[in-house]
């Protein structure tokens, strides 16, 4: 006959306080509070708090078996199991996009000149002489 494992209680702690706090052996509270843990194994603390990274810290348990007259011991460390929490970075802002708009459409060309007569009307050289022949 296996003699069951001592209870030993475990001060849970956070900053800042109000977190809530779960044991992988199944115990909840609201820090800070006490829990009694009945294991042998080493298990976690999880931590959580609106607008803070959770947080799962580990604790180490000892057991020194006892005998068929004395019940064994148990010791957790770290007690008290403190968690300090991190806020949540804030979101990064949305950055909105720019919205291309179309650039207005040149002004329209000038009429194409007629043929080269009027070009050469307006050029400032007087017209070249036929060669005689």
């Not at 298990?43 to 068929?68: C, Q, R």
């Not at 970075?89 to 043929?115: C, D, G, L, M």
């Amino acid at each position: 006959m296996k003699p069951t494992p001592p209870t030993v209680a475990v001060q849970l702690d956070s900053t800042p306080q109000g977190a809530d706090a779960q044991t992988s052996t199944g115990q909840s509270c609201k820090t800070p509070c006490t829990v009694s843990v009945t294991t042998t194994e080493n298990f976690t603390v999880s931590f959580t708090l609106p607008k803070y990274e959770p947080l799962t810290v580990p604790a180490h348990v000892t057991y020194e078996g006892g005998s068929i007259i004395t019940q064994g011991t148990v010791t957790v460390d770290p007690n008290p199991i403190v968690g300090e929490l991190k806020p949540m970075a804030p979101p990064k802002p949305v950055r909105k996009r720019r919205v291309r708009r179309p650039h207005p459409k040149a002004a329209a060309a000038p009429a194409a000149a007629p043929a080269a007569a009027p070009a050469a009307a307006a050029s400032p050289f007087p017209p070249s002489a036929a060669p005689a022949r």
